[in-house]
C-alpha cells in the first residue's frame, strides 16, 4: 500500500474571495476568517513541517503559486525537506471551473510558469483550488504537460483518463481524510479525525493484502496546525509511521511515476 500526505499551503485574498470558514462570515473585509487562514502559513505550516521531520515522513506539497510572493520562505522550507511541489493554482480565492476555455489555461499557464522558475522543474501533478475543474481541464493540462491530476477521488487505484491529446493519470485523493470537509463541514473534532486516518489506514492495510492501493491524507495548516488538533493528527501519523516497514510512505508524483514507469495501459 502506497500512503502520502497532501499539505495544502493556500493564499487567499483580503476582502474578497473564496475561503473555509472557521465561523460564518460578516461583512468584507472578514478578519476573523482571513486572519484564521493566515494563521495556517504564519504558524500553523512550520509546525506540520516539524511534525514531518520528527516521523520522518514526506510529503506533497500543494502549493498556490502566488504563494511564492505572499508567504516567502514558506514553500522553499518545504523543498529543502525534499517534498515534492505539486501544483494547486494561483490562490484558493477563486475556482478555476467557473472561467471559460481561454481564462483557464492563462490560469494553468501561470502557475505552471511560475512553479517552474522556482523550483527549477515543471511540476508533475495538479490539484485544482477548491477541486474544481472545468470540462475540459484534464485535456488543459496534459496539453500543459502535466503527467497527473488529484481532483478525482473516484477510487482506490490510479486510473487513467482519455483527453483530447494524450491521456493523463488521476491519482486517489481524498474527500473523507480531509480536514476540511471533515471538521469544518463535518464538525469532527481533532481525535474524531485523527482515528478516522488510524481507522482508514488499518483497513486499507489489511486490504491491500488481496490488491495494490494507495491511501492520501489530505491537510490544511490553519485546521490541523492548531495544538488541540496537531496532538492527535501526531498520533495517527505515529501509528502509520510505526508501519512503515510494511507500507511505502511516498508522494504523489513518485506514485504516479511509479505507474507511468511500469508501462500500464494508457486509456
Known amino acids: 500500500m502506497a500512503v502520502y500526505i497532501a499539505l495544502n499551503l493556500e493564499t487567499f485574498d483580503f476582502g474578497s474571495g473564496l475561503g473555509a470558514e472557521l465561523a460564518p462570515g460578516g461583512p468584507q473585509p472578514d478578519v476573523l476568517n482571513y486572519a484564521w487562514r493566515d494563521w495556517g502559513n504564519r504558524v500553523g505550516a512550520w509546525r506540520l513541517r516539524d511534525l514531518f521531520e520528527s516521523l520522518r515522513l514526506p510529503a506533497s506539497v500543494l502549493a498556490n503559486s502566488r504563494l511564492y510572493g505572499d508567504c516567502p520562505g ?3 522550507a518545504f523543498r529543502s525537506r525534499g517534498d515534492e511541489i505539486v501544483a494547486h493554482g494561483r490562490t484558493n480565492a477563486e475556482r478555476q471551473g467557473d ?3 481561454a481564462a483557464e489555461r492563462r ?5 505552471t510558469e511560475i512553479l517552474t522558475r522556482e523550483e527549477g522543474r515543471a ?3 495538479w490539484l485544482g483550488p477548491w477541486i474544481s475543474q472545468s470540462p475540459v481541464t484534464p485535456d488543459l493540462l496534459a496539453e500543459a504537460g502535466y ?3 488529484l481532483d478525482w477521488c473516484h477510487d482506490d487505484q490510479p486510473t487513467w483518463f482519455a483527453t483530447r491529446t494524450k ?3 488521476a491519482l486517489p485523493y481524498p474527500q473523507e481524510l480531509n480536514d476540511i470537509p471533515a471538521i469544518v463541514a463535518r464538525k469532527e473534532t ?3 479525525f485523527a482515528q478516522a486516518i488510524i481507522d482508514g489506514f488499518d483497513e486499507m492495510l489489511a486490504q491491500s493484502a488481496s490488491a495494490p492501493l494507495v491511501m492520501g491524507i489530505a491537510l490544511h495548516p490553519y485546521i490541523v496546525g492548531q495544538p488541540h488538533r496537531l496532538r492527535p493528527l501526531r498520533a495517527a501519523l505515529a501509528h502509520i509511521a510505526a508501519h512503515r516497514d510494511r507500507i511505502w510512505l511516498t508522494t504523489a508524483g513518485e506514485i504516479a511515476a511509479h505507474v507511468v514507469d511500469r508501462g500500464i495501459p494508457e486509456g
Open 74 to 76: 514558506l514553500i522553499e
Open 99 to 101: 472561467l471559460d476555455e
Open 107 to 111: 490560469l494553468i499557464a501561470e502557475a
Open 123 to 125: 511540476p508533475a501533478g
Open 147 to 149: 503527467r497527473y491530476l
Open 167 to 169: 491521456p493523463i493519470l
Open 190 to 192: 481533532g481525535w474524531e
